[in-house]
């Protein structure tokens, strides 16, 4: 399948500059796509696929990458992409998908699984970071593409907060971890944590730092339970 030629756009464009490139080009409807949660040790990869109307008709001031945003700013933004949006899509890949079939192939079936969700057929389509084959139209992937394509942005957007949200409610179920605040991210806190109480069953078993805690859990376990048959003592 042709692909157009790169489009030519002003470093001022703004971001919705590629998308106008696009249409100006015949590509009426573009969508954009994103994920959230990639770098996380626990709980889903979320992604999500959008199509804006038309810039001239109705633009989202301000919008841009969602880690760029404050929460609260992201939550507006997830409303506003919602009610502005011709079409949208998220979709949910939990844990153990990603540990049976890789991080990257899930990552890339994520976005791809959203964009066949949509309900408005895009004839171009924009990713951030990683291209996605089988789509049956043009796309481009885009170096910080939620940057720099206001659909790419407004995916980002409910990309995060869809996971944002779901982690929220599994600190809920697994309180221990505290997902509520690091939304499962490998920091100081949630290793110290994965150290004392080992994985839960949302921790991605194939990431390094949850099978190092397991094994260490698993030793710990060993140790108890050979001292309690043996009847010694520490």
């Known amino acids: 399948m042709l692909s157009p030629s790169r489009p030519v756009l002003r470093v001022d464009g703004g971001v919705y500059a590629l998308e106008r490139a696009l249409q100006r080009r015949g590509f009426a409807v573009v969508a954009g796509a994103d994920e959230a949660g990639r770098g996380a040790c626990a709980g889903p990869l979320v992604a999500a696929a959008v199509v804006l109307p038309d810039a001239k008709r109705a633009e989202i001031e301000g919008l841009t990458d969602s880690k760029l945003l404050t929460a609260a700013t992201r939550d507006r933004y997830f409303d506003i992409v919602q009610a502005t949006a011709v079409a949208y899509a998220v979709v949910v890949i939990g844990p153990d998908e990603i540990d049976a079939r890789g991080l990257h192939v899930c990552n890339v079936a994520a976005m791809r699984r959203a964009l066949a969700a949509l309900t ?111 009847g010694l003592r520490g």
């Open 120 to 230: 408005t057929r895009p004839a171009y389509v924009l990713t951030d970071g990683f291209p996605v084959d089988g789509l049956g139209v043009p796309n481009l992937a885009v170096w910080k593409g939620d940057q720099v394509a206001a659909c790419v942005a407004a995916a980002s957007v409910l990309a995060k907060v869809s996971r944002d949200r779901i982690m929220t409610q599994l600190d809920m179920v697994y309180p221990q971890y505290g997902f509520a605040l690091h939304k499962g991210y490998s920091t100081a806190e949630h290793q110290a944590a994965l150290e004392e109480h080992g994985p839960s069953p949302v921790h991605r078993r194939s990431y390094q730092n949850v099978a190092r805690a397991e094994r260490g859990r698993n030793g710990q376990r060993g140790v108890a339970e050979l001292t309690a048959s043996t």
